[in-house]
């Protein structure tokens, strides 16, 4: 590879040339865009920004320059007083950096941007969810509460605007929790096709508010007929014979003391104001004058490497860098995006470098990636981490430091102090709150078998059809939990499937209700206090009570509480659990695991419920009846086999709904709400359910106390493998979203009955565990899949991109 990335040559010839893709708009949108490939059989083609400083190495000045004219543009656009009264928002992690360029133009505002690294004794301040990345969720972790609680313009910024869904994810959030008359959302690039950009504007409209958008380019992406297929051949064709970059003899490796100013955050992750770049500019020569002299003497073209989410100040120390340094200094970051290289010139991703990753994320371990270093005769490269990324990984033998060592004669490394805010404060208790709600008037469940954390909304008309609930969830304009589906009225033939699956299966779960249950008394408590997270989970709950009376004559307290992905557990059930119980005999309780993301929730929200409350004890780790995904400790199978509680909503489930979670219905000191479905009672088998389980437990005593025996000897650390299935699954079915790929068979039932499915994935050879699976995709017109390689039995895809009616495979509505 030559020095120069792209020789002269558009970076995005090589695509354009093999796939007709083309780029039309603005005349600079070539020099800011280059194309590549990555697996995605639904999207042939990757923009690759040539002056963020992520996928390019690029001049510095170039870099901070097009955000510093950006923010300029907001102020021009604001006005010098709405300008000190805005809020600058970056997202991680590709456009940390620029939305502190940007801030950094507008010269007025505070600087915070999105983040996937929790931290410890940080309350969440908010979050969101990227609809297309491969990524977890983002976080909101400022030092200060009150940084995003004033009403001046937020400032949103992203590096490209394609489809605006992370844009309207993250103003439904915010607008919920801090609403405000006007946003302003800031991009390299504006990418949207006139229905999307419609979309947005109608979005403003229906929640009253202006958004102005402010853009460097702006254009469209020309795809012709057929470019997916020729897209999947090119990338299976160059992915059999990619090669790892060729390397050198190992160049030597020089740690630098930058002498990072006390006290000084390394980034936005918290906050950045004002006055922490004045402090920041004031310190900039003095730190670069000491890269500069641990430069070797005769090293012309020089690397700074940035660290995923750490690109600003990687970013203005190789500006600073470039100014008093008579060598060439070029910038771009490390990143967990992965990409097909092509040592091409008219090929925007021409090496890449592949190494672990070395901070400890809290997605579990992976790869991560440096692209166009090797062989782009870099005399010398300074990587720049923050202290969380100085890790053991970092210097390993496949570790980055020593990937880069192979390819450059000299590798500085510059740590910066990882800023962790101290708590600002602890807000006043809510008031009392309400007794558990009980059976029969909650429910159909006896009242001592399970009290409900919840409110009743029996009252209120929520439900909404199933293809109007999927458009407003993935448009961005509805959270799921704002609205139930309607409910699911078995079949016959369904209702006999269902009472032939719990023949079948009673005493399989029998089993697994006993060895769950004796694992958490022999582990967790002797006496736990059961909290099954509504509603899936406290059909479970009620049978690991039962087991515990049947087997140790325990009258356990059971409570079911509501957990709602991208909001958290309910707090206020917390609050009323800590009031009542040791938070230490607390044991989550779900149903299944799928790919985890509930456990990740809960963790994330007992971590930021105990940093804003200051109440402790509460173990986030789940107790479940099966772990098909391997996310925890505690389980009764790792099986993925039918749970017939599965098969039916609310008359499995005590009558029950999901729970709800809408701000004109649930205040700050209530308890998340629910309905209670009597007018199903004839159809209700909740407590034949249980019943029929339980009748089971006196025949399983024996094989349970030899399963909980080898339960407790073994090595039971998740392993993630199930969220490693659905990322792979996501990337190759083209859908880009984790969200709308659901494991197991729970999940798959669940995706049947509430959402729009667009197909269902099956492992060949699975049996009458997915009879139910079957019928239920017949009746929606919805296609079953077999695939030879699958962890679970199945997996359910919701219908990606959807448009109203777009039910099945064929785009067409199915009444069930």
Request: net charge negative; with cysteine; hydrophobic share 40%.
């Amino acid at each position: 590879m030559n020095k120069a990335v792209n020789d002269g040559a558009w970076s995005g010839s090589w695509v354009a040339e093999r796939l007709g893709v083309g780029l039309t708009g603005d005349d600079t949108l070539t020099g800011l865009l280059g194309l590549a490939l990555r697996r995605n059989p639904r999207r042939a083609h990757l923009l690759v920004s040539n002056v963020l400083g992520k996928h390019v190495p690029q001049s510095p000045g170039v870099v901070y320059g097009h955000g510093f004219a950006l923010g300029r543009r907001v102020r021009e656009l604001l006005g010098d007083e709405e300008a000190a009264r805005a809020v600058v928002l970056g997202y991680a992690e590709t456009a940390t950096g620029l939305g502190h360029s940007v801030a950094d133009g507008l010269g007025l505002a505070p600087y915070l941007h999105s983040t996937r690294r929790p931290v410890t004794g940080v309350a969440r301040a908010g979050g969101f969810e990227e609809s297309h990345s491969h990524a977890t969720s983002h976080l909101l972790l400022p030092e200060d509460p009150a940084l995003l609680a004033g009403d001046g313009p937020l400032v949103l910024v992203d590096d490209e605007f394609s489809t605006g869904n992370t844009v309207l994810n993250t103003i439904r959030d915010l607008h919920e929790r801090y609403p405000r008359g006007r946003y302003v959302v800031v991009a390299l690039v504006d990418m949207r096709s006139p229905a999307d950009a419609g979309r947005l504007e109608t979005f403003a409209r229906e929640i009253g508010v202006r958004v102005d958008l402010v853009a460097a380019a702006s254009g469209t992406v020309r795809l012709p007929e057929g470019v997916l297929e020729k897209g999947q051949e090119l990338v299976a064709r160059h992915e059999s014979r990619e090669a790892p970059a060729p390397g050198a003899e190992a160049g030597r490796i020089t740690p630098v003391e930058l002498h990072w100013p006390r006290g000084l955050p390394d980034g936005g992750r918290h906050g950045f104001t004002p006055a922490h770049r004045a402090r920041l500019e004031g310190a900039l020569p003095t730190m670069a004058a000491r890269l500069a002299e641990a430069i070797p003497a005769g090293a012309r073209r020089v690397l700074v490497l940035g660290f995923e989410e750490l690109m600003y100040a990687p970013l203005r120390l190789a500006r600073e860098l470039e100014q008093v340094a008579n060598i060439e200094v070029r910038y771009s970051t490390t990143t967990r995006s992965p990409v097909l290289a092509v040592d091409d010139p008219g090929y925007a991703i021409r090496t890449r470098l592949v190494f672990p990753a070395h901070d400890d994320p809290a997605d579990g371990p992976g790869e991560r990636y440096a692209y166009n270093v090797a062989g782009a005769g870099f005399d010398a490269v300074v990587a720049v981490v923050d202290s969380a990324a100085d890790t053991p990984r970092l210097h390993a033998p496949d570790g980055l430091l020593a990937q880069l060592a192979a390819h450059t004669p000299h590798v500085l490394l510059a740590v910066v102090p990882s800023y962790v805010p101290e708590p600002l404060y602890v807000p006043e208790r809510p008031p009392m709150l309400p007794e558990p709600l009980r059976g029969p008037a909650f429910s159909s469940y006896a009242p001592d078998e399970v009290g409900w954390l919840l409110q009743d909304l029996s009252d209120v008309t929520l439900e909404a059809p199933t293809e109007e609930r999927e458009e407003a969830i993935q448009s961005g304009g509805a959270h799921y939990a704002e609205s139930l589906p309607v409910e699911y009225q078995p079949s016959e033939r369904y209702q006999e499937l269902f009472h032939a699956a719990l023949e079948a299966s009673a005493e399989r779960i029998a089993r697994a209700v006993g060895a769950v249950t004796e694992t958490v008394i022999a582990e967790r408590s002797p006496r736990p206090v059961l909290v099954s997270l509504a509603r899936a989970g406290t059909p479970v709950g009620v049978l690991m009570r039962r087991w515990a009376q049947f087997r140790h004559g325990l009258d356990l307290p059971h409570y079911a509480v509501s957990i709602v992905r991208g909001r958290g557990i309910d707090a206020n059930a917390l609050r009323w659990l800590a009031a009542h119980h040791d938070p230490r005999d607390v044991v989550f309780v779900d149903g299944w695991t799928g790919k985890g993301a509930i456990s990740r929730e809960l963790a994330d929200a007992i971590e930021e419920f105990e940093a804003r409350d200051g109440i402790t004890g509460f173990d986030p780790e789940i107790a479940v009846l099966a772990d098909p995904g391997s996310c925890v400790r505690t389980y009764g199978t790792r099986e993925d086999f039918l749970i017939p509680s599965a098969c039916l909503n609310s008359t499995v489930s005590g009558l029950i709904s999901r729970t709800v979670l809408r701000a004109d219905l649930v205040g700050p000191n209530d308890f998340h709400g629910a309905k209670f479905y009597r007018e199903l009672a004839g159809v209700d088998v909740s407590v034949a359910f249980l019943d029929a389980v339980a009748a089971r437990f006196p025949e399983v005593t024996d094989t349970v106390e030899t399963a909980v025996k080898e339960l407790l000897a073994a090595d039971r650390t998740p392993t993630w493998e199930g969220w490693a299935a659905v990322e792979r699954i996501s990337e190759e079915y083209g859908i880009h979203d984790v969200n709308l790929v659901k494991p197991g068979v729970g999940e798959t039932t669940r995706v049947l009955l509430r959402r729009v499915p667009w197909k269902i994935l099956a492992r060949a050879g699975a049996g009458t565990d997915l009879d139910h699976v079957r019928l239920l995709a017949e009746q929606r017109g919805v296609p079953v899949e077999e695939v030879g390689e699958l962890p679970y039995t199945c997996v359910g895809l919701i219908h990606p991109r959807y448009t109203r009616g777009a039910t099945g495979a064929d785009g067409k509505a199915v009444t069930v």
